[in-house]
C-alpha cells in the first residue's frame, strides 16, 4: 500500500501544481482604452482631417475566447469638405483572433460610422477583413460590402495591407507599412492607389507613447484635394501622442 500511496500522493500534487500553471498561463479577458492627438488623421495614406491635427480616442474589449469588439473616433473635416454635415469618424468593430501553429489569424467587420454625414451616395461604409501574421510580418485584406466612403458603385473595393513589427529595444519599435487600395466601379479607377508608411514607435512608459510616420502615396494628382486644391496624399511626416489605460 505505501508503494502505492506515496506516488499517487505525488502525481496528485504535481498535477495540482500543473493546473495552477495552466490556469496562471490562460489568457484573460480585458477591456482597455485610449486618447490621444495627432498633427494630422492619415487613413491610408490619406488625410481625413485636412492636413490638420485631430483628436482621437478609443475602447476595446477581448474577450479570453479570442472574440473582440471596439470602438474608436477621430475628429475629421473632409466630410463637410465634401459638402457634408459630420465632424467625426466613428469605427465600430468585432471579431476574432487565434492561432494555428506559427500563424495568427484575425477575421472580423468593421464599420465606418459618419454620424449624418448627408453625402450622397452616403458615405458610411462597411468591410470584412481577415489577416494573418507569421513572426514579425503581417498580411491583412479589407474587402468593402456596401459604397466606399462615398464613391458611387464602389461595393467590393479592397485594400491590402503589408506590413511588419521591428522591435528595436529599449522601447522603440518600427513598422514599415505598404498598402494598396484599389476603388471598384465604373470611373472609380484614378481614385485607386498605393500608399506607404515608415512609423517610429517610443514607449514612454506609464501607458503613454509616441509614433512619428514618414507617410506618402502615389494618389493621381487631383484625385484627393483640400477645397483649396491641397494634395491629400502628399508625401508628410505625422507625429502622434497617446495614452492608453
Same mark, same amino acid.
Given at each position: 500500500m505505501k508503494k502505492i500511496f506515496v506516488p499517487t500522493l505525488i502525481a496528485a500534487a504535481i498535477g495540482s501544481l500543473a493546473s495552477v500553471a495552466h490556469a496562471a498561463d490562460a489568457p484573460e479577458s480585458t477591456l482597455a482604452f485610449n486618447a490621444g492627438a495627432v498633427s494630422e488623421y492619415r487613413y491610408r495614406g490619406i488625410s481625413q482631417s485636412r492636413?490638420?491635427?485631430?483628436?482621437?480616442?478609443?475602447?476595446?474589449?477581448?474577450?479570453?475566447?479570442?472574440?473582440?469588439?471596439?470602438?474608436?473616433?477621430?475628429?475629421?473635416?473632409?466630410?463637410?469638405?465634401?459638402?457634408?454635415?459630420?465632424?467625426?469618424? #466613428? !469605427? &465600430?468593430?468585432? $471579431? *476574432?483572433?487565434? @492561432?494555428?501553429?506559427?500563424?495568427?489569424?484575425? %477575421?472580423?467587420?468593421?464599420?465606418?460610422?459618419?454620424?449624418?454625414?448627408?453625402?450622397?451616395p452616403d458615405a458610411n461604409t462597411n468591410e470584412v477583413y481577415g489577416a494573418l501574421t507569421y513572426g514579425i510580418y503581417t498580411a491583412k485584406y479589407s474587402l468593402s460590402t456596401s459604397n466606399l466612403f462615398?464613391?458611387?458603385?464602389?461595393?467590393?473595393?479592397?485594400?491590402?495591407?503589408?506590413?511588419?513589427? #521591428? !522591435? &528595436?529595444?529599449? $522601447? *522603440?519599435?518600427? @513598422?514599415?507599412?505598404?498598402?494598396?487600395?484599389? %476603388?471598384?466601379?465604373?470611373?472609380?479607377?484614378?481614385?485607386?492607389?498605393?500608399?506607404?508608411?515608415?512609423?517610429?514607435?517610443?514607449?514612454?512608459?506609464?501607458?503613454?507613447?509616441?509614433?512619428?510616420?514618414?507617410?506618402?502615396?502615389?494618389a493621381k494628382t487631383g484625385s484627393y484635394v483640400s477645397p483649396t486644391g491641397k494634395q491629400l496624399g502628399k508625401s508628410t511626416v505625422v507625429v502622434g501622442l497617446k495614452y492608453s489605460f
Amino acid at each position: 500500500m505505501k508503494k502505492i500511496f506515496v506516488p499517487t500522493l505525488i502525481a496528485a500534487a504535481i498535477g495540482s501544481l500543473a493546473s495552477v500553471a495552466h490556469a496562471a498561463d490562460a489568457p484573460e479577458s480585458t477591456l482597455a482604452f485610449n486618447a490621444g492627438a495627432v498633427s494630422e488623421y492619415r487613413y491610408r495614406g490619406i488625410s481625413q482631417s485636412r492636413l490638420q491635427p485631430a483628436l482621437q480616442g478609443g475602447a476595446d474589449y477581448t474577450d479570453k475566447s479570442g472574440f473582440y469588439i471596439g470602438a474608436w473616433g477621430s475628429s475629421i473635416k473632409w466630410i463637410k469638405d465634401a459638402g457634408g454635415n459630420a465632424p467625426m469618424e #466613428l !469605427d &465600430l468593430y468585432g $471579431g *476574432y483572433k487565434g @492561432t494555428a501553429g506559427d500563424v495568427a489569424y484575425d %477575421v472580423g467587420f468593421l464599420r465606418y460610422e459618419y454620424a449624418r454625414n448627408k453625402l450622397t451616395p452616403d458615405a458610411n461604409t462597411n468591410e470584412v477583413y481577415g489577416a494573418l501574421t507569421y513572426g514579425i510580418y503581417t498580411a491583412k485584406y479589407s474587402l468593402s460590402t456596401s459604397n466606399l466612403f462615398g464613391f458611387a458603385d464602389s461595393k467590393n473595393s479592397g485594400y491590402l495591407d503589408l506590413s511588419a513589427a #521591428l !522591435d &528595436l529595444g529599449n $522601447g *522603440y519599435s518600427l @513598422t514599415p507599412h505598404l498598402g494598396h487600395q484599389t %476603388v471598384a466601379g465604373n470611373g472609380n479607377s484614378k481614385y485607386s492607389y498605393t500608399d506607404y508608411a515608415l512609423t517610429l514607435g517610443k514607449d514612454l512608459g506609464s501607458g503613454l507613447s509616441a509614433t512619428a510616420a514618414l507617410i506618402g502615396t502615389d494618389a493621381k494628382t487631383g484625385s484627393y484635394v483640400s477645397p483649396t486644391g491641397k494634395q491629400l496624399g502628399k508625401s508628410t511626416v505625422v507625429v502622434g501622442l497617446k495614452y492608453s489605460f
